[in-house]
């Protein structure tokens, strides 16, 4: 069974030091704080957290789990290390780093003139390009160049909560590694295999974002929430009861819908809402600064969109889809209308191709809208892909459909694809922006 060295025992060092320890592995914890190091050593929590002073007096009673201040002697009596070290920030939010970067500059020491093969398991919370961008380098700076084929890394985030750590290490929502090979993602699956969790393997940029994401995530649902209790406070109503039966859809509410990365949203019901909902607010002097933000914040997708065609110098483009969403006709604030208006006015000689668009020009339930509202738009359908592809030196796909699929397998080299659907294409200066090949 693998021996682990955990650098760092603050509130997530500590809990996993005990919990791996109690998995069965021997652990070495190393902190430079000697008041830390004499606790575990004496079986006693470092930290308040339900739980863990016994856990840690069983381990230490089994002899699991000791703790010393020698970076050298955990190196020399370990096989991987987990680096769980603070990453505070500073008052704008920048990263402090140096902490991070001086323990893997002795761990790298430590390592100096060895040939065994040896893992580094980065558990903090680090934004993405930590790893390849500071902890390799600081690694080899300390081991040596002729360390690297023996230097395996990973990110490995932490998904634990004060209060419920211990639960939280045993059952969080999936274990999440990041690595560049396989090596690294079987030991870490066989060290995690008592966790009742999924395991997930990505690369380790995505590991590190997504616990930043996922941070994030959870601050916006607790803003969302409170303002959602402003303004039923304001409406009389019980904000209590209207989240209980929110939270009870789990099928587009708690749920995957609506959570992947597109274009702006639109339709006849999201923003009417929206601004139902703040006029009704606004008029009973509640402030609600999330909720406000999220019409600009759609506003900002669909600039996007048109700096991102702009941004080629090109006069010839070609849409794929005009609707607010794939299979409908409904152009009621679509944000591709907008787009497209956006760039005629531009100077853009503009082509669109929807068949369900074309459809409801001649006996939908759109046409009136489409003969009143964007006549000058009904004019630019085009019936065929071939016809949108031999106009365009820009082809910009606004749908996921069968037509968007037929264009990009038919696009020329020398056409530039934006994909505003984020399906396909390659990522050029955070737009879905990519030359075809």
């Known amino acids: 069974m693998k021996k682990i060295s955990i650098f760092g025992l603050g509130y997530v060092g500590c809990v996993s030091a005990a919990c791996f320890a109690s998995s069965g592995y021997e652990v070495i914890g190393v902190d430079l704080n000697a008041d830390k190091v004499k606790m575990i050593n004496q079986g006693m929590s470092p930290i308040v957290e339900p ?11 089994a002899g699991k789990l000791r703790a010393t201040d020698s970076c050298q002697q955990a190196i020399d009596e370990s096989d991987l290390v987990f680096v769980c070290v603070g990453t505070p920030g500073d008052q704008h939010g920048q990263l402090q780093l140096d902490a991070l970067k001086r323990v893997c ?68 929502p999936f274990t999440l590694v990041g690595s560049d090979d396989s090596a690294t993602q079987f030991l870490l699956r066989t060290i995690y295999a008592g966790v009742e969790a999924p395991f997930v393997q990505t690369t380790v940029e995505t590991a590190e974002t997504v616990k930043y994401v996922s941070n994030t995530f959870h601050a916006l649902k607790v803003s969302f929430a409170n303002e959602i209790g402003d303004a039923c406070n304001a409406f009389g109503v019980d904000s209590a009861e209207v989240m209980r039966i929110v939270c009870l859809d789990r099928k587009l509410n708690i749920s995957e819908a609506y959570m992947k990365p597109g274009f702006a949203f639109g339709g006849s019901c999201l923003p009417k809402d929206i601004k139902a909902l703040l006029y009704a607010a606004h008029h009973r002097d509640v402030s609600l600064p999330l909720l406000e933000s999220i019409l600009p914040s759609n506003r900002a997708q669909i600039q996007h969109g048109i700096d991102a065609v702009l941004s080629h110098g090109k006069k010839r483009v070609g849409m794929v889809g005009l609707s607010f969403k794939s299979n409908t006709d409904d152009l009621r604030e679509s944000p591709l209308v907008t787009l497209v208006e956006a760039l005629i ?38 019936e065929t892909t071939v016809g949108l592809l031999e106009h365009a030196q820009v082809v910009v796909i606004g749908s996921d459909s069968a037509e968007a699929k037929q264009v990009m397998q038919g696009l020329r080299d020398d056409q530039i694809l934006i994909d505003l659907t984020r399906t396909a294409g390659k990522l050029v200066d955070g737009k879905q922006a990519k030359v075809a090949a």
């Open 345 to 382: 006015g531009k100077g853009c000689d503009m082509r669109i191709l929807d068949r369900n668009v074309s459809i409801a020009r001649l006996t939908g339930s759109n046409r009136k809208y489409i003969e009143e509202e964007i006549p000058h738009i009904s004019s630019l359908m085009c």
């Open 105 to 172: 500059q002795e761990i790298g020491a430590a390592l100096r003139g060895t040939q065994r093969e040896y893992t580094v398991v980065i558990r903090s919370t680090v934004l993405p390009g930590t790893l390849h961008g500071l902890v390799i380098p600081a690694l080899i700076e300390g081991a040596g160049e002729e360390f690297r084929p023996f230097l395996h890394v990973a990110s490995n985030p932490e998904f634990i909560r004060e209060g419920t750590a211990l639960k939280d290490f045993r059952n969080p």
């Open 51 to 61: 739980g863990l002073d016994e856990m840690l007096q069983a381990v230490v009673a």
